[in-house]
């Protein structure tokens, strides 16, 4: 692995890194088994975060997943959505 999964799309409009795509330098995801969800979803009233849409996946707590070796995300891009900030691209082994 040679770079971090990018965040393809980001539907989840609440949260504050979301303007318009995400713009968290790196997210990482967690939740429980099954329920895989951006850890740095934040719901606030201001935008921040970069100023440009590069969001990525800097870590992955899902060990279950068919993109996770040695915690990092190997998908090509994922997608987040949903109310709870899912992760979309969440493939059980």
């Given at each position: 692995?040679?770079?971090?999964?990018?965040?393809?799309?980001?539907?989840v409009?609440?949260c504050a890194?979301n303007?318009?795509?995400c713009?968290?330098?790196a997210?990482?995801?967690s939740?429980s088994?099954?329920s895989?969800?951006?850890?740095t979803?934040?719901?606030?009233?201001?935008?921040?975060?970069?100023?440009?849409a590069?969001?990525?996946?800097?870590?992955?707590?899902?060990?279950?997943?068919?993109h996770?070796t040695?915690l990092m995300c190997?998908?090509?891009?994922?997608?987040v959505?949903g109310?709870t900030?899912n992760c979309?691209?969440y493939?059980?082994?």
């Open positions: 692995m040679t770079s971090l999964a990018p965040v393809a799309s980001c539907e409009t609440a890194f303007d318009g795509a713009r968290a330098d997210v990482t995801i939740g088994t099954g895989p969800t951006c850890g979803f934040i719901a606030l009233d201001v935008r921040g975060g970069l100023p440009t590069e969001g990525h996946v800097g870590a992955c707590q899902r060990l279950e997943c068919v996770n040695d190997t998908a090509e891009a994922v997608t959505g109310d900030a979309l691209t493939s059980q082994e």
